[in-house]
């Protein structure tokens, strides 16, 4: 398995990192190819949250980082193609992904995510899929419970050096819960051209419109107990909502300047509209310091890398300079129950960041290899107000934060099918124009946030036995100062500040069977104790961080018949309970849910179809999904789904 989020394409099995795949086959297979929550319980260590709430998106953390996120990612590094979908402050959007379309998902953990900049948890990086040799036609429909359904439509074809694809599809559903309506309309083209020389140039576009998409809040516990399926009264008095508008372009440049020596560049740019309508009183939006209750951000984004990548006998070696940039005009109004009226905030935003990094790989023995990587990042924030007026100032500022973050790394061939390794390094994690968006009091950015800097130690064991089976296995321990925490959510707005010292200590497994018969299984398991080591606020030393599952475990077993394209497969996730807040008061309750999936499929000389049933949650359980972290209004909950169904079929056909 060669991976490539490690910036250096090179078998899994020598770096010495906790990473995963996953292929575009399981990515799809039996699969409704709408979220990340999906697919990615396979993966230890990461926790993807529906929250059954587009208008938020998923949230999704890696070692407990970006457990607090309110709405997007955070924490974790996104990168499709080859070209960030995060943002330059930091936050990115998983509903990007085309997961019709991928080819691999990568998931990187560890301090080698340091290397990307802005980022503490991890990395989690996508590959569009190459075009196929002949013309092919792909269609897929999928409907189930609560009125949703997916259509989905892609060609392919690569014709002497030039190859493209291109993926559309349209995704509905009403919800599982009341207000949750949604529709979201995506495209994803990839054009892959060979230039001669050692040259290849790719280019890669995608389109995202998600209007109006209903936002139902979270419940209190008691709601939850009366009806798990209601939305916030607010939620309907006010039309909770989101609309987004997300276009992006991106082309690299690859040149073999010799057999051992390659260049490489990278340009991107696009754009992302954003309204959103919240829950606040009217009265309080009405406050000379308040800046309303409908925010109007219209972003423009780019950047541009240029790196190079040698492997010369026993040493690789990568460097690479790369600038982002994001300017964003924010503007606010009063919500006056659903409708939109006065101005209220009025305001350019913009985040630069700069990042120049180094990596290298020794063999120095025929077992041994030495890895070390170095980058230095400045991450500037710039606000002007044009939103002046009697009890509200001038509230313009600037902030910059910079940090280098080096790492080392050890490896040790046991043997062809098995390595053991150990890393250690440093992260850095700047807070998101979102986190600095709001004071509890007064007006302007938060800009008294500071950035929050961890240690990262890893070791860990990898084993790939042919024709048995894969192992990775990880212990580790992580420790934060300054970690950036939620402070106050309500009516739909949020507040963070700095906490004193945290810890991460955990350990993690996964393991699949690689066997060439009928049964094929997986499992992955994750232990995270994530404490508040110093007191503040509410929290005290040794409370939990919230959001963040103690334990987490999925296992799958499937089997398949290859004569009758007959394939079954039973899954199973239990998730550990979770503190909804600092001072540890409430728990979302441990849960465990059964998924079960029944496939058939049929083949032609140059077509193929199938079909598939999935039932999930098949115990009718009532569970909370994800929780709202800090919630002033004690909303904390966001509850799953109970049993549903989904009914799906998908054609391929060579032209």
Known sequence: MVVTATRVDQPSLEVPASIDRLYGEELREGRAQVNLSESLGRVPGIVVLNRQNYAQDLQVSSRGFGARATFGVR????????????????????????????SRVEVLRGPFSSLYGNASGGVINVETEDAPPVPTLETG??????????????????????????????????????????????????????????????????ALEQPDTQDPLGLTAAQVAQNPRQATAAATQFNTRKSISHDQVGATLAHALSGNLRLEASAWGGTRAVEQYLSIPVAVQSAPTHSGGVVDLDRTFGGAALRLFSEAGALRFAAGLEVERMVER?????????????????????????GLFAQAEWKFAERWSAHAGFRASRV???????????????????????????????????????????????????????????????????????????RHAEAGIKAVRPGLGRLNAALFDIRTRDEIVTDQSSGGRTTFRNAGRTQRRGAELGAETLGAGAFEARAAYALLEAEFREDFGTSAAGRKLPGVPESQLYGELAWRHAASGLRAALEVLHRSKV????????????????????????????WRLSEFLRIDNVSDRTYIGSVVVNDGNGRFYEPAPQRSLTLGVQATMQL
């Open 75 to 102: 924490g974790i590094r996104l990168i499709a193609d080859g070209i960030p979908a995060t943002m330059p402050d930091g936050q990115g959007q998983s509903a990007t992904f085309d997961l019709g379309s991928a």
């Open 141 to 206: 429909f999928f409907a189930g419970s609560y009125d949703t359904w997916r259509g989905a439509l892609k060609f392919g074809w690569r014709r002497d050096s030039i190859g493209y694809l291109v993926n559309a599809s349209r995704f509905e559903s009403d919800g599982y819960r009341e207000h949750s309506a949604v529709r979201r309309d995506q495209l994803n083209t990839g054009l892959k051209i060979d230039l001669g020389g050692g040259t290849r140039l790719s280019i890669a576009a995608m």
């Open 330 to 354: 924010r503007r606010g109004f009063i919500n006056n129950n659903g409708a939109r009226e006065a101005l209220k905030r009025d305001e350019d935003n913009l985040v630069q960041s700069t």
């Open 380 to 454: 500037a924030f710039e606000s002007d107000d044009f939103f002046i007026a009697a009890g509200n100032p001038d509230d313009s500022g600037a902030k910059d934060y910079s940090a280098s973050t080096p790492l080392a790394a050890l490896l040790y061939r046991l043997d062809a099918q098995t390595s053991l390794y150990a890393n250690y390094g440093r992260g850095f994690e700047t807070p998101t124009f979102a986190e600095l968006a709001y004071r509890n009091a007064g007006t302007g950015l938060n800009l008294d946030l500071q950035p929050s800097r961890s």
């Open 579 to 606: 503190a909804v807040n600092d001072s540890n008061s409430e728990y979302a309750a441990a849960f465990t849910v059964a998924n079960l999936v029944v496939g058939l499929q049929q083949r032609g000389a140059r």
